[in-house]
């Protein structure tokens, strides 16, 4: 069992940035890549970015990748979401997530959030005009 736990959310002005965590704990020794995502009510969980834990090799979504930079700290066993240039649309509840096994060949980034295994209980990122 792997137990996340988010924090750094809150409430930050358009054009703002943020930094989320995510600190993993229990079994994270079997971690293969984790993600982050994120949740508007009524919506579909969105894919935004993923590490691959042994190398660090990262993927972000298009619609995010200037503005939000995913990160590791392998002593820590901890993720980090940097966000910058902060617009009202990302407003949401952000979630980390651990996948602990490869499951595919090759180069391949998990972008589904249900390919992972185990999930934070998520953080409140509210922008404001």
């Known amino acids: 069992q792997v137990h996340l736990v988010e924090s750094g959310g809150g409430l930050v002005q358009a054009g703002g940035s943020l930094e989320l965590s995510c600190a993993a704990s229990g079994r994270s020794s079997t971690t293969y890549a984790m993600g982050w995502f994120r949740q508007v009510a009524g919506k579909e969980r969105e894919f935004l970015a993923t590490i691959i834990w042994i190398d660090g090799a990262t993927y972000h979504v298009d619609s995010v990748k200037d503005r939000f930079t995913i990160s590791r700290d392998s002593a820590k066993n901890t993720v980090y979401l940097r966000m910058n240039s902060l617009k009202p649309e990302d407003t949401a509840v952000y979630y980390c997530?651990?996948?602990?096994?490869?499951?595919?060949?090759?180069?391949?980034?998990?972008?589904?959030?249900?390919?992972?295994?185990?999930w934070g209980q998520g953080t409140q990122v509210t922008v404001y005009s």
């Open positions: 997530a651990t996948k602990r096994e490869r499951t595919h060949a090759g180069v391949h980034y998990y972008t589904y959030a249900s390919e992972y295994d185990y």
